[in-house]
């Protein structure tokens, strides 16, 4: 039977390791400026890391502690006018964080309960692009409703409907149909009951309780009874 023999190499010996201990530093020697180089741009570029990283989260403390301040000092709604600049500051200087996006949510509700609708609305826009917020369907849900509201509030109940439409079709469940009652009210209030028919039509189909039957029915009457629109 053939011997096997081992491919392991035998430890190496001391003479051997001086050798490459020896070859290192004649590298390093003959390439000093190099590896100088090399070893100062790798620590500027870790400083340099390091330091984004530290204002960065610095950003951040910063406006959650402003935020928090904000909010303490929200006791009632005889405060609101007050710390709307507060809010707005908060979202000017740190506009990239994500306390600065909850400034942005709370300022956009307080315009709304003052009944300032086209500043309020402008908001709930400019929230809507929002990245952080793109990327949350149930949040950018929220924000839409909002933003129909605040145009109901200014009585464009034309502009409100087309805003509330497209959850419709997004949504599922009760949440679905308390959308679609709502979008068919905007289009009757707007004059368009040929829209608005449609929507209590379907309404009428998918009627959970027999209680809204009749109401559902009324709705698509006053609808016929208006077909110029």
């Known amino acids: 039977m053939a011997r096997t023999f081992s491919r392991r190499r035998d430890p190496l010996k001391e003479d051997e390791v001086l050798s490459l201990a020896q070859r290192a530093v004649g590298f390093i020697k003959l390439h000093q400026k190099w590896v100088i180089a090399g070893a100062a741009l790798a620590a500027v570029i870790t400083a340099a890391v390091l330091g984004v990283s530290y204002w ?18 929200m006791k ?48 709930y826009k400019e929230l809507l692009a929002y990245p952080a917020i793109q990327a949350e369907p149930g949040v950018q849900i929220l924000v839409t409703e909002s933003l129909s509201y605040c145009y109901e509030g200014s009585g464009n109940f034309a502009e409100a409907a087309q805003v509330l439409q497209p959850l419709v079709e997004k949504t599922s469940g009760p949440f679905q149909s308390e959308l679609t009652r709502r979008l068919a009210w905007l289009y009757d209030k707007a004059g368009n009951h040929q829209e608005a028919n449609k929507y209590w039509e379907k309404l009428l189909e998918k009627a959970s309780s027999p209680v809204l039957v009749p109401y559902y029915k009324e709705k698509l009457a006053d609808a016929a009874a208006n077909p110029e629109n």
Do not use: C, F, W
Not at 56 to 73: G, K, T, V, W, Y
Not at 89 to 102: D, F, H, K, L, Q
């Open 56 to 73: 960065q989260q610095s950003r951040r403390d910063a406006a959650a502690a402003a935020l928090a301040e904000a909010r303490l000092a």
């Open 76 to 123: 009632g709604p005889e405060d609101a006018e007050k710390v709307l600049p507060v809010l707005t500051s908060i979202i000017s200087r740190y506009g990239n964080v994500p306390a600065a996006g909850e400034a942005a949510m709370q300022r956009a509700h307080l315009l709304y309960q003052l009944k300032k609708y086209e500043e309020a609305a402008k908001s």
